[in-house]
C-alpha cells in the first residue's frame, strides 16, 4: 500500500444546477392566479484549497472520482430550490494542477491558496421568471445547466528548503535520521527509498527548515531512468541543494569527483533554473577506512570550484552539528533575501468588449453555431415543450444568428448543429424575408458587377439590406415592414390626434346646440 503520491489524475464533476418549475398559482375565486413557478439552485463547485497539514496526494489516489452534489429544483409558490453545496478539496503546499493536455492551469503556493477547479452548473429559470408583457403564462420552464466535468493531473513538488540529492546509497536517508527526528527506511540495498522523505531540523538560534531526501539519482535521470524522473520536480523549490557523495563506495570507475558531475549534468538537463540554486558538499562516510583519506584528497578541488565542503559520518554523527549550522545559516540568508510569500492570486480574464457572441461556420453540407450563449441555451430548453423550442428559436433570433445565417445563404430545411443537437433550420416571417432580401441583394450585386466594374460591390461579403430587422421582441408574427417611430414623429403624431380631438369635440359641440334650437332639424 503507497504512503506517499505526488502525481494523480483527478476526475472532477460539479454540480447540476436544478431545474425550473412550471407551475399556476391556484387559488379558490382567482381562476388567472398566473405562473408562479420557482428557479433551480446552482450547481456546487469543486475548489482546491491548500491546507497545511496535508503532505500527499494518497486520498485522491484511492478516491480519483469527486463529484459535487447538484442544486434541488424549483417548486410552486415562487419556491427557488437549494443550491448545491461546493466540494472542498485539500490539497498540500505546492501543487500544481495540469490540464488534460498537460499544460499547468495553476500553482497553488501559501497556506490558504484556493483554485475553482470546476464550477457548477446554472440552476434554470421557473415560469414566473420567464414570464413577461408579451408572454404572461409562460408553460414552460428552462432546465438546469450541467455542471462541468473535466479531468485535471495534480503534481505535488515539496516545498523543503534543503534537498538532499546524490547516487544511491550514499547516506540521504542516514543524513535526514540524524538531521531531524524523521525516521525514514535504511537498508544496505540500493533504491532503498523508493519516496522523498520529509524531516524537520533546528539548529542554534535559527529558526526551523525543512530537509528532502530525494530518491536516488543515477546517469540518465532526467531521461527516465531509475526514479529520478518521477521526483527531481521535488528539487525545484528547494533554496539549498546538498550533493551528498559516498566517499566508500567501491563500484569500479565512481569517486566523488565523478559523482557530483554525474548529477550536475542529470539537474542541468532536467530543468536549467537549477544552475544558479546554491550547492553545498557533503563528504559522507567518512568513518570507513580510507574514506576519510580520500575525503582530504578532494575536499581542495571541491572548494577550488567555489562549493563550501563538509566532511562527517552519519553513523557517528562527526561533523554533524557544523553541518546542520551551515544549513540553517544559509537557509535564513535564503528566506530574508526573498519577497514577502503571498498566496496564489487567481488571474480573472474577462471577456473582450469587441468578442462576438457566437461564431457560424460550415460543417458537413450544414452550419455548426459556436457559443457560449447559445450553447448554454440549447442545454437549458426542455425539447419536448413546443413553447420552449419557440422560445429557444426567438432567443437565437434576437442575438443575431438567424441574420448571420441568412447572410452566409441558408435556406430552409438545412442542418444547424448547436453544441450536441442539431436541427433543421426553419426561418421566422423577419428571417425568411431577410434571407430573400440578400438574395436578391446578392444577384443585383453581380449585375452590377457585369455591367459596371468600377461600381461593383464584392460578391462574396454583400452589404445587408438597410432598415433589416429580425422582428420585435418576443414574437416572430409581425412583418419586417412594421417600423417603430421616433420621439419627435410620436410626439407630432399625438399632437395632431389632439388638434382632431378638438375639432371633433367642437363639431358635436355644434350639432348638440343646432338640436337644441331646432329640435325638428
Known sequence: MPSFVDRVILHAAAGDGGHGCASIHREKFKPLGGPDGGDGGRGGDIR???????????????????RASRGRPGQGSNRHGADGEDLILPVPDGTVVLDADGEQVIDLVGAGSAY????GGRGGRGNASLASARRK???????????????ATLELKTVADVALVGFPSAGKSSLVSVLSAARPKIADYPFTTLAPNLGVAQAGDHPPYTVADVPGLIPGASQGRGLGLEFLRHIERCSLIVHVLDCATLEPGRDPLTDLDVIEAELAAYSADLSNRPRLVVLNKIDVPDAEELAEMVAPELRARGLPVFALSSATRR??????LALAEKVAEHRAAQPTQVATRVV????AVNEPDFTV???????????RKPERWVLQTDFSNDEAIGFLADRLARLGVEKELARLGATAGVDVTIGAVTFEWEPTLSGGALAAEIAAANAAA??????????SRDGTQPASPSGATLGPRGSDDRLRTS????????MARAERGRVLGEIQDDASDLAVSTLERDPDS
Not at 561533523?319 to 546542520?324: E, M, T, Y
Open 48 to 66: 482546491l484549497i491548500v491546507d497545511p497539514s496535508v503532505t500527499t496526494l494518497l486520498d485522491f489516489h484511492f478516491h480519483p472520482h469527486q
Open 116 to 119: 475553482v477547479l470546476a464550477r
Open 137 to 151: 403564462a409562460p408553460g414552460f420552464a428552462e432546465l438546469g445547466e450541467p455542471g462541468e466535468q473535466l479531468d
Open 319 to 324: 561533523g554533524v552539528h557544523a553541518l546542520s
Open 348 to 351: 480573472l480574464r474577462p471577456r
Open 361 to 371: 461556420s460550415t460543417y458537413d453540407e450544414g452550419f455548426l453555431i459556436k457559443g
Open 446 to 455: 453581380a449585375d452590377a458587377a457585369a455591367a459596371d466594374a468600377e461600381d
Open 483 to 490: 417600423v417603430r417611430l421616433t420621439r419627435a414623429e410620436r
